[in-house]
């Protein structure tokens, strides 16, 4: 039987970035994720909900340790890592309700791979409606799904890479950076007082083959 080939890759939400907020005397910022690999790993997976954060506009905080920790494992070298993420604010927010929000993207998940982009869009869809269901929908400030095929990965540091939301594109779907879609999901015209500007930088470490 020919071994396996792997590579430990972890990636990790770096800082963020409140060039506006939502509400005009400050946002309170969390994020929620799940990240897994295809059967082909085992299915490995991981959840994270992030600290709240309280930001003004101009403000930059890092995430620091687990904080941002979206997945950290080992990966088959021919496997893909699926991940969905959820940016939210609101005054009222605690740390209770953001589990409860992770709680239900990870139910909504349900751990099953099927085509390339599915796992991620049902972790997203699943936090935006808890989100919606406790709080206010134009809470959520942005949403990333995304798909990361280990071959197409740098042994090493890769990034770090920044994802932008605002209220006018705040839906973000990629497939290793290589392809890119933004959908208008609020037209500011018709909703003057919902604006805002945040950047979220990420990297992807990967590390040395090895064999099993």
Known sequence: MASSQKRFVSILLQEVMCNRPEDTFGDEFFGVSVAQTSPISASRNKSL??????LRGGEKKAFRGDD????????????????????????SITGTAVNAILDAAVSGAGGSFGAPGAFAAAVVTAAKDKLAGMFDPNDV?????????????????????????????HSIVEDNHRFEAKETLLDSKTHPLLDWNYRVSYVIDVGRLSSR
Do not use: C, H
């Open 68 to 91: 941002g920790k979206v997945f950290a494992d080992e990966v088959e070298t021919d496997d893909r890592i699926e991940i969905g993420l959820m940016f939210g604010e609101d005054d």
């Open 49 to 54: 909900a992030t600290p709240i954060l309280e």
């Open 141 to 169: 400030l942005g949403t990333v799904q995304k798909v990361v095929y280990m071959d197409k990965l740098q042994e090493g540091r890769n990034g770090p890479y920044q994802w932008k939301f605002t209220a006018d594109s």
